[in-house]
């Protein structure tokens, strides 16, 4: 854009990419509008004398940012480098970066310094947003007027041609202030930001009076998407039944109607509409009947405007990490999913300009818990069960030791110090402080031939329980196991998929506080570490929530972790299944799993546990193993699309049934599928029937090619085989047919031999396994502060 002096005309050549970064910061408002408007208006063919009228600025000011403009571009309009404090201050700007600091520490001083603001300054923000590091108290949202109650969350976000409303909620009974979860990472905040722009770009929404250009389309709806929702705001017919632009009238009536869907969907919290931005279509005043608040629609949603010192854009990424900071529930899945919507909504019709967004969260009744746990969840037997680790390791080379100890079986103290690098002198004294604990136990002393007899120690088994449940479609399983891994007590409990999720949930409470009551002669309660629950995935670990479990379509988005924590006042870790029994096989297979592996799960699904470089490995959402569709790219099993399919093979107990049916076997039943059918079939491929040993190797094989890729990626040499489903009639056949896939096909197969074995563990791998991830999360020695530690599954 060049001038032709101070009242001469601009060309107007701006770069798409270049208006719509001037648009959005004339839109949001602050220190950089005024600089983006003198551009736009001088694009637009104005002269300085009419932009400085317009805007309320001096013709020096107008003539100074066009002349950076045309000298150094965007960046020319930047703030520059100065000494002393910044004209203005965005707290929410302050508030995010305390919010998303590395570590969660927030530092006043180096959030001060990245922004260039003095320490005093941030704060005071942070006193006034109630920001008070190592202190039991929640913070406080200054709205206009301020958000009450102790407990925040971000329930929703509306957007229209003509404004955006964020939609929060308070605890109507706040409980204690919520312990800080997983932090969703500034990545997240920069997708949402991205997805916005374009959600925005698309409709003209939140441009402050500009909108959308003009077209059409009759009638209107919404669409859903699980538990996210995003509407079509019908355009106003005039007289002659010609539609016109979206009015103020059609936008309250749409923004009512989902006040009050927010309303009957989240009783349990007070909401609260939160208006980021309000503008009139083409720039044209608001109607004069029209408030530039969200109507009520005869809802309970009380109306606030933004804090004073906030931009709405900052505002709403402050809220999202003052969310995600203070439940452990709002996990990057909630704001991924919002991101999704976002994108999906821009990626509509461009000419639309009466569509809009409605993000409504998933029901968030089941996080909110009564902190007082279900009927008799402290007390089995006059034991009451306080949730308190009494072991209390008190350091890492404790834990190294305990973990030698376990892995030898019984060994001396000399040899405890050769193994892990420790002095003598270090071992005796961490020995002596395990032994008066009760952790670990004298063996009969050894003869020495020279010097004085060795004692050998190992773990005391009767130090530590745990309580493991596993929880599958068609079974409930729940066992107590010692520290050595021995089954105190078990039980099981046949379920429907389609109960209804309370009682579903309830019955898998009842059924460990009765295990619990059966074993209550054998289980000291502060030597009982906690509840472990194996669950099929996908599951979002972060949040505690059952996703979409195969072959449960009641199980949807269901927040099982923290349902499960008000019966069980104690420690309750989640895992997927397959990662359970990896856990369970590590722990209770002592030194013949001293090594990385893969654990090939066959249940409902065939899924993966990988323990890799001395621990589990979950990957960053904590679902690494999803075995299925590996297996299908291997098979070169994809759609025209490149999709990989859904293979029939990685359900076993529905596909080697129905594979067998059509081989010839008879009885026809076996084709009904089914656990029953299952071992039906395994029994009659162990008698040799041929259309029963074709139908399961038939599934080895395909599995095998999923193992192959296994194998290949992560150069493991051992392979363990477990489950429900690998069963003992048909375990040689998966044995035979994977050992040798993953042994003649690998690249690299001249220099290792890959090892293929059963389980350790018995058909109830998954509950044992369960049970063994509180030992591992107790006694593994890990470096505190490593960023895996952050992946770790949140405990009750």
Not at 155 to 164: E, K, S, T, W
Not at 592 to 606: I, P
């Amino acid at each position: 854009m060049a001038d032709t002096g101070p009242d001469g005309p601009a060309d107007g050549g701006l770069s798409p990419d270049s208006r719509a970064v001037l648009r959005r910061w004339a839109d949001e408002g602050g220190p950089l509008a005024t600089r983006a408007r003198v551009v736009l208006l001088a694009a637009d063919g104005l002269r300085d004398a009419e932009i400085s009228r317009r805007l309320g600025v001096s013709r020096q000011t107008v003539g100074s940012w066009r002349q950076r403009w045309t000298s150094a571009g965007i960046d020319g309009l930047e703030h520059r480098p100065r000494t002393g404090r910044p004209a203005t201050v965005d707290e929410a700007e302050v508030v995010t970066r305390t919010l998303l600091a590395p570590g969660g520490s927030g530092a006043s001083r180096a959030v001060a310094r990245e922004l260039g603001l003095s320490h005093a300054t941030v704060a005071g923000i942070r006193r006034r947003w109630r920001l008070v590091p190592d202190e039991p108290v929640s913070p406080s949202v200054p709205t206009r007027p301020p958000l009450p109650g102790a407990d925040v969350w971000v329930m929703g976000l509306y957007v229209d041609a003509l404004r955006g409303v964020l939609l929060a909620g308070t605890r109507l009974n706040p409980g204690p202030p919520a312990t800080a979860g997983t932090v969703i990472g500034a990545d997240v905040l920069a997708g949402i930001d991205r997805s916005l722009d374009a959600a925005l770009a698309s409709t003209g929404a939140g441009t402050g009076g500009r909108t959308a250009q003009a077209g059409a389309r009759t009638g209107g709806g919404h669409g859903t998407t699980g538990g996210t929702e995003f509407i079509v705001v019908r355009a106003i017919p005039d007289a002659a039944g010609r539609e016109t632009a979206c009015d103020g009238a059609a936008s309250d009536r749409a923004l009512a109607g989902y006040l009050a869907q927010a309303s009957r969907r989240h009783p349990e919290l007070a909401l609260h509409a939160i208006t980021l931005w309000d503008g009139a279509p083409d720039g044209a005043p608001a109607p004069a009947d029209r408030s530039s608040q969200p109507p009520d629609g005869g809802t309970d949603v009380t109306l606030h405007q933004l804090p004073a010192r906030s931009t709405w854009r900052t505002f709403l990424r402050a809220m999202i990490a003052l969310d995600s900071t203070s439940h452990p529930e709002s996990s990057r899945r909630v704001y991924l999913d919002l991101a999704a919507e976002l994108e999906r909504y821009a990626s509509g019709r461009p000419d639309d300009p009466y569509r809009g967004v409605r993000w409504l969260r998933e029901n968030v009744a089941g996080h909110l818990g009564t902190g007082a746990g279900g009927p008799a969840a402290g007390a089995v037997r006059g034991h009451t069960w306080s949730g308190v680790n009494q072991i209390d390791l008190g350091s890492f080379n404790e834990c190294v030791v305990i973990e030698t100890v376990r892995l030898s079986g019984t060994i001396t103290r000399g040899e405890i110090a050769h193994r892990t690098g420790l002095t003598q002198q270090s071992v005796s004294r961490i020995a002596r402080s395990l032994l008066d604990r009760g952790i670990l136990i004298e063996d009969a002393q050894l003869r020495a031939t020279s010097g004085k007899p060795r004692t050998p120690v190992r773990l005391r088994g009767a130090a530590a329980h745990a309580l493991g449940i596993h929880i599958d479609p068609e079974l409930l399983t729940a066992v107590v196991i010692d520290l050595d891994g021995a089954i105190v007590h078990t039980r099981t409990r046949s379920v429907s998929a389609d109960t209804d999720p309370a009682e579903f949930v309830e019955r898998v409470a009842a059924l460990g506080r009765e295990t619990l009551a059966d074993a209550a002669d054998t289980v000291r309660p502060e030597g009982f570490l906690g509840v472990g629950v194996a669950v099929p995935g996908p599951v979002d670990i972060a949040s505690g929530t059952v996703l979409g479990p195969p072959l449960m379509s009641a199980w949807g988005d269901l927040p099982l972790l923290y349902l499960l924590k008000d019966h069980f006042p104690c420690p309750v870790i989640m895992e997927k299944d397959s990662t359970a029994a990896a856990a369970g096989e590590r722990w209770i297979g002592r030194d013949r799993r001293a090594r990385d592996f893969a654990y090939l799960y066959l249940g409902t699904g065939v899924g993966t546990g990988l323990y890799l470089n001395g621990d589990l490995y979950r990957g960053v959402s904590a679902n690494a193993g999803e075995f299925g569709q590996l297996c299908a790219i291997s098979l070169g099993r994809v759609d025209e699309d490149g999709r990989p399919e859904m293979m029939p093979e990685c359900n076993p107990p529905v596909s080697v049934p129905e594979l067998a049916a059509r081989g010839g076997l008879r009885p026809a039943a076996a084709a009904s599928g089914g656990t029953a059918a299952y071992r039906a079939v395994g029994r009659a491929a162990a008698a040799g029937d041929a259309a029963a040993v074709a139908a399961v190797r038939e599934v080895a094989r395909a599995v095998g090619r999923g193992a192959l890729g296994l194998v290949d990626l992560l150069d493991i040499d051992l392979i363990v085989l477990g489950g429900p489903f690998f069963t003992d009639d048909v375990a040689d056949f998966y044995l035979t047919e994977i050992a040798r896939t993953v042994n003649e096909f690998p690249t690299a197969r001249r220099l290792r031999r890959v090892e293929v074995e059963p389980s350790v563990l018995s058909a109830g791998a998954a509950a044992v396994g369960a049970a063994s991830t509180i030992f591992h999360a107790t006694f593994t020695p890990r470096l505190r502060g490593r960023e895996s530690r952050a992946r770790q599954p949140p405990t009750g």
